[in-house]
Structure formats: structure tokens, C-alpha cells
């Protein structure tokens, strides 16, 4: 019977909520349960979805890393987390840091799926001044390499599969998974993405992103490796306006010439 693991590292949730059907809940919208009992794959763990207590869980994992417990498909969410100072203590999982805990998932796993761009590429909080040193399972932003080096390969010869998107859907969680739990090729493109990741709202027709004219808003390009850094709001910038020192000017003062603005 195949197997899967869900681990969350520096995440919002936002793929667990989505592949749980939190959003609608319709025949186009699969929920992990549905998985589950459609492939009769065993849940060994999900963080908001495992009845079994933490303890539990523990074991299962002491078991996977031990290759007692065999894994089918181990999925991440989140951003691997390195800091402060390269420990890894910033996120730990019964006191060890979970990115040790991770590799050693993913060296017992047949497959290792990225959910999100945080776990593809280290997504929002990989962005400067990043102070949470993330990084992605083997990207870290368009870069090769981060928690595993560009080589690594899983148990069944595939490289990380990066299921990009801030969230990415659960339709195309679930129908990845479902391919390669029965061999259907998966056609990874140069930054490991698969052919079912596709930008928002684009369809059958039309591949491209289609938010700004089916919502109205742009698109902000959640499945590039360059999310967020690629758009203004993450972009680093240096003030210069406050340089000078700026001096109030007092009732008798003839300094006109502070630049005290609120943006
Ligand atoms: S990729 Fe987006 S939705 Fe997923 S954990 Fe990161 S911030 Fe949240």
C-alpha cells in the first residue's frame, strides 16, 4: 500500500488549506481525503488533518528515517528554514532542526513533492532581507541548490517536484500526485515544475495567466522562481530622502528646509 507524509516548515498553511477544501468543495475541486481513498493510499501524517497525537507521529517518522516504514510520496510545504546563524533552530521538530529532519525524508522517500513556491524556491520568505535564511528544497530563488544539492535525486530517480503557485491549487496537487503514483510522465521543465503547474486561472485554451481579465487584478506571478522578489513590494530599496539630518524648526527658527512628509 502506497504511502504519504505531509511536513510543514515556513508556511501559511495556504497549501494544506487548499488541498483539505477549505475553499469550495465540488467534483473539480478534490480534497486530499478524496485522494487518499480513491489511490488507497495510508496518510501516515498531515499537521491539521492526522488524528493521531504528536507522539505518534513522532514514532512514524523515527520508523520512515530508520527504513522500518516504507514512503511513497512525501509532500513539503513552506520554506526550509537555516537560521539564526546557519542552525536551523529557528524551526525545530522534537528539538532538532526540522530542515535535518527533512533530508532525511527525503533520502527514505520515492518521491518528494514541493507543495508551493516557499517549499520550491523559498518563496516570500526567502525575499530580502530574508532574516529566516530560507530557502527552497533544491532552489533556492532561480538559483540550484538549496536544503539538496542540484543532483540529489529521490528512491524512484526523480529530482524534488516543484508543485510552484502561492497557493498552489488543489487540483493540481492532487492530479501530480496521482500521476506519479501510476507512472504517467511528468515532464519537468528547466526549474523542476511539472506540466500540471500552470499559471492561475488560465485553461484549455489559453496556457497563460488569465487573473487580470477573469478577476480584475494582475497577476503576480506566484509560479516564478522569482516570486516575490521579481515585484516591487519585495524589491530592496535604499532611502536616501532622510539622509540629512532633519532638524523641527522651532517658533523663532529660520530653518525652512525639513522635508518631514508622511508618504
Ligand atoms: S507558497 Fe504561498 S501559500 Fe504556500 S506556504 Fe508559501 S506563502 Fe503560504
Redesign the pocket.
Known amino acids: 500500500m502506497a504511502t504519504l507524509l505531509w511536513m510543514a516548515c515556513g508556511?501559511?498553511?495556504?497549501?494544506s488549506m487548499a488541498i483539505l477544501g477549505t475553499g469550495a468543495i465540488s467534483p473539480d475541486n478534490p480534497t486530499l481525503p478524496d485522494f487518499l481513498e480513491r489511490n488507497n493510499v495510508r496518510l501516515l501524517g498531515h499537521p491539521s488533518f492526522s488524528a493521531e497525537p504528536s507522539h505518534g507521529l513522532a514514532n512514524t517518522i523515527e520508523r520512515v528515517l530508520a527504513g522500518e516504514q516504507e514512503l511513497t510520496l512525501l509532500c513539503v510545504?513552506?520554506?526550509i528554514i537555516n537560521g539564526p546563524h546557519g542552525t536551523g533552530l529557528f524551526d525545530t521538530y522534537e528539538g532538532k532542526p526540522k530542515r535535518d529532519v527533512i533530508r532525511g525524508l527525503c533520502a527514505r522517500a520515492d518521491f518528494v513533492f514541493a507543495m508551493?513556491?516557499?517549499?520550491a524556491f523559498g518563496?516570500?520568505p526567502a525575499a530580502p532581507p530574508n532574516p529566516t535564511e530560507s530557502t527552497g528544497l533544491q532552489f533556492c530563488n532561480d538559483r540550484p541548490g538549496g536544503l539538496l544539492s542540484p543532483e540529489w535525486r529521490s528512491r524512484a530517480g526523480f529530482p524534488v517536484i516543484n508543485l510552484a503557485?502561492?497557493?498552489v491549487d488543489s487540483a493540481t496537487m492532487l492530479n501530480t500526485l496521482t500521476r506519479a503514483l501510476h507512472g504517467v510522465p511528468l515532464e519537468l521543465d528547466g526549474f523542476n515544475r511539472p506540466s500540471t503547474v500552470t499559471p492561475c486561472l488560465s485553461d484549455n485554451t489559453q496556457r497563460k495567466c488569465g487573473t487580470a481579465e477573469k478577476v480584475g487584478y494582475a497577476c503576480y506571478g506566484?509560479i516564478s522562481p522569482k516570486f516575490p522578489v521579481s515585484k516591487p513590494l519585495f524589491r530592496p530599496t535604499i532611502s536616501h530622502r532622510f539622509d540629512s539630518p532633519a532638524t523641527l524648526p522651532g517658533p523663532h527658527s529660520t530653518n525652512r528646509q525639513v522635508p518631514l512628509r508622511i508618504a
Open positions: 508556511s501559511c498553511n495556504g497549501e510545504e513552506g520554506s508551493g513556491t516557499c517549499a518563496g516570500i503557485g502561492c497557493p506566484c
